[in-house]
């Protein structure tokens, strides 16, 4: 697609059900990022994968999140047993390479998160 | 604590008037620094990258400085318009890193 797909858009679930974020890169996109952006705050780092390189998965706040990046494109954040804490936007983004140091990341729309 | 800090934290502009956000860094060694646009419900698109030796750049409406010396960097709009109501996030990069490190942003509302 002509950019970095996020589904769904908005998702909403119950405290202590399992949830599932799908990010899909701009094709040819090396890197991939996701990134959690909780109301008033900045943008927290979550994990990073690049190429077939083990992810830098250094951001996630817990084990209940994991995230996959299946073939080199497609990308699934899991939380499990969700709590009120972390309803958030989950923001997804990818860039060639990260060298040259000025590659663009490109971000998609989010998917919102509410957990009731 | 947060290596890149944003300030104000929100404005508000009557349309046509000038507005200058600022971002502060501790971010070491320093590669880029960029400056994105969030429209509500959007995810941020790039304005501007400024490297170590650019003092200036400017974007249509936007002019972004940066003063690699004391680490502090400003987005002026000029002439804003209503469209111009978004978040503007400060985004700083180190050398050699791909994390990369958010301010918080500042929510600017233009009024009519």
């Known amino acids: 697609g002509a950019g970095v797909s996020q589904s769904p858009s908005n998702k909403v679930t119950e405290k202590g059900k399992d949830v599932e974020l799908r990010c899909d890169p701009i094709s040819g996109h090396t890197a991939l990022y996701w990134y959690r952006q909780s109301l008033g705050q900045g943008l927290e780092f979550l994990i990073y994968?690049?190429?077939?390189?083990?992810?830098?998965k250094s951001g996630l706040p817990s084990d209940r999140f994991s995230a996959e990046r299946t073939g080199g494109s497609v990308s699934t954040l899991t939380i499990q047993r969700t709590q009120q804490e972390d309803s958030a936007v989950y923001l997804c983004?990818?860039?060639?390479?990260?060298?040259?140091?000025?590659?663009?990341?490109?971000f998609g729309q989010g998917t919102r998160l509410t957990v009731v | 604590k947060n290596q890149v800090e944003q300030s104000p934290q929100s404005l508000i502009i009557l349309e046509g008037k000038n507005c200058t956000l600022q971002?502060?860094?501790?971010?070491?060694?320093?590669?880029?620094l960029r400056w994105y646009k969030q429209d509500t419900g959007r995810g941020p698109v790039s304005l501007t990258i400024m490297t170590f030796s650019e003092n200036t750049k400017s974007n249509g409406r936007y002019t972004a400085t940066l003063d690699a010396d004391t680490k502090q960097s400003s987005l002026h709009i000029t002439a804003s318009q209503l469209s111009d109501s978004a978040s503007y996030i400060c985004v700083v990069r180190g050398s050699n890193d791909y994390k990369l490190s958010f301010g918080a942003g500042t929510t600017v509302t233009v009024r009519a």
């Open positions: 983004a990818s860039s060639r390479h990260p060298q040259p140091e000025n590659t663009e990341a490109f």
């Open positions: 971002c502060n860094y501790t971010v070491s060694p320093f590669s880029n």
């Open positions: 994968f690049q190429g077939n390189s083990a992810p830098d």
